[in-house]
């Protein structure tokens, strides 16, 4: 299903799972066991901090994994238990960042605040192995992983950016089935990490393809420049959908059983790809593999919420010297929408970002929280799929707020740039499930 055009912008940035993120701050600290004996009653690895490490960290720090360490084995665990219990201490480990006062997740890999005092105390202890016959088994919460790959599309050749500090790109692929098709997951490969910013691969339908390849057509380089939209027009934004996205944080997404997104013969991607040069530079080549259905039971759409006001003309004012600055969009929805279901959101925001949130809010009841992220990080901007689809019926608001920090000397305003900022909510969305 399609929401009424208008309201609701669709656009730019926003993320899904487990990438890399392009800068890692905190300070090595290797150490090894302490000599003296640890106290009887602390805290082991195997009979308490395996399990704990295995389900909620080996998803991402295997041997080989996208995670820097590895904390499979004893040996390594204990060697990186400073920088475990500095990463634990300080919540910036396992990167989640939903609150668990506002709704709750698949595969919620957060530490509970006994987990962290566990984990704490045992390093403290000096990072005691025990005794391996008490070990407890715990499966690692791993991030989703697409059944099979059944088409992959790229960029037709690398690209590499020109414009400072921020490049926006779009690349033209022939969508290549001959048939209807449904896409039921996705994994976007950024070929740089140094650059991507964020990349998403917009639908176009075969009535627009050829004003698409005309701009193509018009810029000699590969791809084309296209600013805020596929085709460098805002209003393109109603006219096209996504059929992924990734941003920092994110990239992968496997959709709810039985839910696809439509795609017609004789459509076109552009893959609208957003480069940063702040951090370096290079080439890149980015792909990204679709995993398909011939039928489904229930369409599908990945729905981006923002005020397309400030798309179009500012609005979303950010004073320079400013903490806590809060912007809001509602949007209402209509007869014409029907019901709907939301099963996911990430929220976006740039680098000056505090805190967002999106809830629903219905007449003479209390609102529904569907994602509340209280300390955002651009770093890490996954999904989070709610474990109880949120109905949305006519009448019904979604309510969209961000709030930031801005101690620089500049204004802000909503902006393409990794410097200027942005307000955006992308939600999984079926009409049925
Ligand atoms: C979603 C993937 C993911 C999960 C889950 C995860 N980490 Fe990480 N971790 C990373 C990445 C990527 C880095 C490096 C970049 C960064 O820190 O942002 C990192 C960095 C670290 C570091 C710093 C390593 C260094 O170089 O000093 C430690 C320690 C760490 N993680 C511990 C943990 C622990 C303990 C858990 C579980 C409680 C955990 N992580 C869960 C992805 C993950």
Request: proline share 8%; glycine share 8%; net charge negative.
């Amino acid at each position: 299903m399609r929401l009424s055009a208008g309201a609701v912008g669709r656009l730019l940035c926003f993320a899904p799972e487990c990438i890399v993120p392009p800068m890692f701050l905190a300070l090595l600290a290797c150490s090894t066991p302490g000599s003296t004996p640890p106290p009887a009653d602390a805290p082991t690895w195997h009979a308490d901090v395996e399990p704990i490490v295995t389900r909620s960290c080996t998803g991402c720090h295997t041997e080989g994994g996208n995670a820097p360490v590895s904390l499979t084995s004893y040996a390594s665990a204990a060697s990186w238990k400073d920088a475990i219990a500095e990463a634990v201490g300080s919540r910036t480990m396992p990167p989640w960042l939903a609150s668990p006062d506002c709704n709750t997740y698949q595969g919620d890999r957060s530490l509970t605040e006994e987990e962290i005092a566990t984990i704490l105390a045992w390093a403290d202890a000096g990072a005691p192995e025990g005794d391996v016959a008490t070990a407890v088994v715990s499966e690692p919460l791993a991030d989703p992983v697409l059944d099979s790959v059944d088409l992959t599309i790229a960029m037709p050749e690398a690209y590499t950016p020109t414009a400072s500090p921020d490049d926006y790109r779009c690349f033209l692929i022939d969508w290549p089935l001959a048939e209807r098709a449904y896409v039921t997951g996705f994994e976007v490969n950024p070929g740089n990490l140094q650059t991507v910013h964020h990349a998403i691969p917009f639908l176009v339908d075969a009535a627009d393809v050829e004003a698409y390849r005309a701009l193509d057509a018009a810029d000699p380089a590969p791809g084309y420049t296209c600013y805020g939209s596929p085709n460098g027009d805002p209003r393109a934004l109603e006219s096209t959908r996504w059929l992924g996205s990734w941003a920092p944080g994110g990239g992968t997404a496997t959709f709810p059983a039985g839910s696809g997104i439509r795609v017609e013969p004789g459509s076109v991607v552009a893959l609208q790809m957003h480069y940063n040069v702040a951090n370096g530079g290079g080439d890149d080549l980015t792909s990204v593999d679709f995993q398909l259905a011939d039928a489904v039971e229930h369409s599908a759409d990945l729905q981006p919420w923002t005020d397309i006001a400030w798309v179009l003309g500012g609005g979303m004012d950010i004073p320079a010297h400013t903490d806590g600055v809060t912007h809001t969009f509602a949007y209402t929805a209509t007869e014409d929408d029907g019901s709907f279901f939301l099963h996911s959101s990430a929220l976006h925001m740039h680098t000056r970002g505090k805190s967002a949130s999106l809830v629903i809010q219905r007449a003479g009841e209390e609102d529904e929280c569907l994602l509340a992220v209280e300390q955002y990080d651009f770093d890490w901007q996954r999904s989070y799929y709610f474990d109880a689809p949120a109905t949305v019926n006519p009448g019904d608001t979604v309510l969209l707020t961000c709030t930031w920090d801005n101690p620089g000397d500049d204004d802000l305003d909503w902006g393409e740039g990794t410097g200027d900022e942005m307000c955006l909510a992308t939600t999984f969305l079926t009409d049925a499930y």
